[in-house]
């Protein structure tokens, strides 16, 4: 990242937020992945030593949201929805077109939720937001989530775990086990021994 926060092969005209911790050892592919985010707290985003942020992933985050991601995680193409807290553990894998959500955003109500969208045409952005619960998502390291899931809040996935693709996770995931179909569920346990994750260099301590 250079000195005024931008990047060097960015092709987008923007930059990270100063309440964005980025590792030097880190990647981050593009700024775009920015421009909805909205964040005021203090370190907001967090990614750690070698972990790589390709391109689509987006931090839709809200003023009071946090999400931090370990060491060593690759994401591709994903969407952040925060307003609280998203954490990501070390050697996680985040495939395609997964939606992290700790918040729906919109009243479950059906009747409240056309009045939202009825104010949408009259917004600046044109933006269907309102005041929604939310609660924080954690994920475990060693997590393996493939494409096109969709995690909702207040889930907490295990270390070692794999979500299958195209699954929507509506509770929490046990360790050392995969879950797929929607609503996600067990198919089967992993050996602990056999998911542990290789030895690799500690780049976090290297600062």
Request: with cysteine.
């Amino acid at each position: 990242m250079n000195p005024d926060r931008t990047l060097e092969w960015d092709w987008y005209p923007g930059r990270v937020p100063e309440n964005v911790f980025v590792h030097e050892q880190a990647y981050l592919e593009t700024t775009y992945s920015f421009e909805l985010f909205q964040s005021r707290t203090e370190r907001a985003i967090e990614i750690g030593a070698a972990s790589s942020i390709y391109l689509g992933v987006m931090f839709d985050l809200g003023k009071n949201a946090r999400v931090k991601i370990g060491d060593y995680v690759l994401m591709n193409g994903a969407r952040i929805i925060c307003d609280t807290e998203i954490s990501i553990g070390d050697h996680c894998l985040i495939s395609w077109n997964v939606v992290l959500m700790d918040t729906r955003r919109l009243p479950m109500n059906p009747d409240l939720r056309r009045a939202v969208l009825q104010q949408v045409p009259l917004s600046d952005p044109r933006r269907a937001i309102a005041d929604s619960e939310s609660s924080p998502i954690r994920i475990g390291p060693n997590v393996w989530i493939g494409f096109d899931c969709c995690v909702l809040p207040g889930v907490s996935i295990g270390q070692g775990a794999i979500v299958g693709a195209r699954s929507v996770v509506t509770s929490d995931v046990p360790d050392y086990t995969v879950v797929a179909g929607n609503p996600a569920r067990v198919i089967r346990k992993l050996d602990p021994l056999e998911a542990r994750a290789p030895r690799v260099p500690d780049l976090a301590s290297s600062e």
